[in-house]
């Protein structure tokens, strides 16, 4: 129809500007990321020899980069499980028909309202171990008061713990996000198909195992792709609350980049981790949302 | 219908404005002449708190005394031993915003500002007879020289709290042995033996740049740097060994604390050793703490590591001619005599005047003392401050000392260290 | 059957497990929920002389406001500057670059819900994918382009911070040139959180807009309204709630924003509250109580949407799960 193309026209125009932005700050920026890792860029100016994978070969054999890469996963995978073991219990227990829910639900969701800044600015004072002459401090001051003393360590400035201090902050401030987001998908259960499985007599346990969490399946997928974009990007909490830490046993890709780029100058080598980092992030994202999308065609 | 109106000629305005702003600005920008400086400077550092911060607005307060048309615009980045700063210059200069002058350390440093792209060589404005050959030495880069330097900092210091060693019944360490038997006698008596940041990465190759000096002396030393003295040399095994002992010394949580967070074990009596550069000093004066004594950091008696403060002019600075006159201020002795005492930095230049640094009582000792060794020392280079070699080897010297003081593992460290002067393309 | 009238109270609680033990982990995760908070806040009321590492978990002697002051204004023997100004340019960073992409991603919703033509899911799609993408693989390049804009605005800009013709104007002139895109200005930081927010806000309009029924368009296409006079008359009024969303979504994310302050923004006059906040925590000079004091300022403003709008709040978290 006559209108129906013209109305066409302006909705492409009205959304042109997003889009070109989007194409040349996302897709453009990206592609000359891509570039930029392929060239011999190691001083302020800019160098376009091609160095084919030399960048990222010198990268695999850097002792630090592959330690940042183990302790992403190291973050990852502790983060994600911890916060979705937590987020879930939470949302069970919250959704037990208690005194207080709503108490309870902020309380949990506070941290959401800080930035990793501040949480890692606070975390560093909480986990801060003292030593010898100080004394404990902290959470190791609290250990000893309660007669728990054996459980005081060096947290996040001891090499062994290292990255797993910062996942207890990071754990603290999204654990009520995955709550909620459970909570949601739980009361968005249909009343009658649990109702249906307890006439027939189902303990409440298996309630929650055979009707519930299989229902909330995809609110754990999403909670998977959220924790783990952050996780792999993760940058303010380190920056704020450890540093690379002794021996980089706090360091991060992220951080390593900024550090390689924008204090060294190696910017072909910074690209090659950004682009590192973008397929990590990729590959956990794009079937997701190549599904999610094919899932909108479907309906 | 009036309220509209009344819009269009603020509009106007705000047009009219604008446009004679920019049309004053012009002649500002029109190429340096001998005439007299005026409109803005800006001068890039990343000197931003305590006596740093102080040193520079005495040499900026000169520097006004001078050119008083002149406005100053003190641009600090703080944070990370000056790497926030390093960061934020780098995409000016690269983005042909720069600054009319910032700091950068004397030496290879210069070399990741690609100085023949970005900078003005300096060659006519560095008097070459009031600086130590020395100096001059390490300012040299691509036959030119790219910077004024201002100060001095000493490197190879050992700190310690009188009080301390006198309970503990020691002398000031004189040698590696000394020192590590001077260790085992403070652990003994309770206190911490030395007190160490290793926070932001650098602090422990600081250290170890004085240990390694300490068991190869100065020309072997230089020589690592140059790709004369070998990396798999035996002592520089001795040196990372030593450094490991010291290690197993030191207070338990210098991973979470800066360098100055760690010597406040020091001021309060709880430490008794700490190896920093001289800006110590500064930093013992500004917390109202005398009870101080130095040396050189064992077995480093007689050399004087060094590294040097300067200033650079980049190429398109919005304000050549004031920044040329700043730069003259900064190599001037009135301009060094006003700052250093501040800073807690000896002169670069010889000829600075003793009674200036009368004048903070705080530092002056130290610094008195220290001068004369300036002039008597055998000068070598810092590798962690920028003065033996280009930026990016430091950066990886860092790192690797950084892994070696959590993974205390001797052999691979040494075979790291060898790797990268491989990757610098100065060994084979 | 009693079971079968169940309507209010959904699931009752009758089984093995006592409520006890509900309560009791409940309470435990309030404690470690409550922990850091507490320390932060009794942190903050105490004075230095009371900030004694062996009593750091006690409740203050006395309520001190004097570590506020100097997180705020600073201390000049301390050497540090204070959060104030910063506060400020957060807030000059966060309202107009809120507003923009909340209207831009209205429009952008309006159509990809109302106005789908062949390929508009697939180039939402793409734009989704921005929304996930970490940073530092555009960083560098966004650093170069936003040198190469501020080779042409930095004239404007001196000029207009330079300008003293309306007399008195001179803090005036001064943030109307800090709002003009460059490297370094709060122009720039606006102009990077607006492009890096259309995702979000137009992936939240879009799911809101989705479920508003396509009667009410042809509704408002026979009374003669065009395709913005749809937008306008019929869409718009009824946006609040997405408004609302959007808004806080996009206030909290940039005003917790670190990566991109840090990367835009380097004179400490121009940086935003969370770069300020690590310098100042990040310097050891600065006590404990002034850092945990600077770290309750500048979550006021996020602490306070939490608090009083906590209904949209969590429903721009539910947004970000891209569940709609």
Known sequence: MHLNQKYRLYSILLIAPSVLAILVFVYGFIAFTGVASFINWTKMKIDFTFVGFNNYIRLFQTERFLIDLRNTLTFTVLFLLITIVIGLLLAILVDQNIKGESLFRNIFLFPMAFSFIVTGVVWRWLLAPGNEITGALGVNLIFEKIGLGFLANGWYTDPRIGIRAVVIAAVWQYAGYIMALYLAGIRGIPVEIVEAARVDGASEINVYRHIILPLVRPITLSAVIILGHISLKIFDLVVSMTGPGTGFSTDVPAFFMYDTTFRGNRFAEGSAIAIILLLLVAILVVPYLINSSKVEVER | ?428 | MSALTVTHSRRQFKFRWSRFFIYLVLIISVVFFLVPIYLLLITSFKSYQEVNMANMWNFPLKLSLESFKYAWFGSETGGYRGLSGNFVNSLILVIPASLTSAIVGSLNGYVFSKWKFKGSDAIFSLMLFGMFIPYQSILIPLVQVLQWISTFTNPIIHAIQGSTVISGSHTFMYWLGELIPGYGTIGGLIMVHVIYGLPIATLTFRNYYAGISRELIEAGMIDGDGFLGLYRHILFPISMPGFVVVLIWQFTSIWNDFLFGIIVTSDPNVQPITVALNNLAGSYIVEWNVQMAGALLSSLPTLLVYIFLSQYFIRGLMAGSLKG
């Open chain 2, 1 to 428: 219908m009036v309220k509209k109106h009344w819009y269009i000629v603020v509009a106007l305005m705000v047009v009219a404005s604008i446009l004679m702003a920019a049309c004053q600005a012009t002649p500002t920008a029109a190429p340096a002449t001998s005439e007299k400086p005026s409109g803005k400077l800006e001068i890039f550092s990343w000197w931003t708190a305590g006596g740093e911060a102080e040193g520079l607005n005495a040499i900026m307060a000169v520097y006004k005394g001078l050119y008083p048309d002149v406005e100053i615009v003190n641009a600090t980045v703080a944070g990370g031993a000056g790497t926030n700063a390093k960061a934020v210059l780098a995409t000016r200069l690269q983005g042909g915003n720069p600054p009319d002058s910032f700091q950068v350390h004397a030496g290879l440093e210069v070399e990741k500002y690609s100085p023949s792209q970005y900078l003005v060589p300096l060659d006519d404005m560095l008097d070459p007879a009031v600086y130590p050959a020395d100096l001059l030495a390490m300012l040299k880069y691509e036959d030119h020289y790219w910077s004024i330097p201002v100060n001095i900092h000493r490197s190879n210091v050992l700190w310690y709290n009188k009080t301390v060693l006198k309970d503990a019944g020691i002398e000031a360490p004189q040698t590696m042995d000394e020192f590590m038997a001077a260790l085992e006698t403070l652990k003994g008596k309770g206190y911490i033996p030395i007190t160490m940041g290793t926070k932001e990465g650098w602090e422990g190759a600081h250290v170890f740049e004085g240990f390694l000096l300490s068991f190869l002396g100065p020309d072997d030393y230089i020589g690592l740097w140059k790709g004369t003295t070998a990396w798999s040399d035996p002592r520089v095994t001795s040196a990372l060994e030593a450094f490991k002992k010291m290690m197993t010394y030191v207070n338990t949580d210098n991973a979470a604390l800066t360098w100055d967070g760690a010597a406040q074990y020091l001021t309060t009596n709880k430490a008794a050793f700490l190896i920093m550069g001289d800006w110590a000093a500064g930093w013992f004066a500004s917390q109202n703490f005398t009870d101080f004594g130095w040396a050189a950091t064992p077995g480093t008696g007689g050399q004087f590591v060094a590294l040097s403060d300067s200033f650079a002019l980049p190429k398109g600075a919005p304000n050549e001619t004031a920044a040329k006159a700043w730069l003259q201020v900064a190599g001037s002795k009135a301009g060094q005599e006003a700052f250093n005492p501040k800073k807690g930095s000896i002169c670069a230049r010889t000829d600075c005047d003793d009674a200036a640094f009368q004048a903070v009582p705080a530092t002056y000792d130290y610094l008195h003392a220290t001068a004369a060794e300036w002039k008597t020392d055998r000068i070598v280079p810092s590798i962690v401050h920028g003065a033996a070699t280009i930026e990016s080897w430091a950066t990886a010297f860092k790192d690797t000392i950084s892994l070696f003081v959590s993974s205390g593992d001797v052999a691979k460290t040494q075979t790291s260290l060898g790797q990268l002067c491989v990757d610098a393309g100065v060994c084979k």
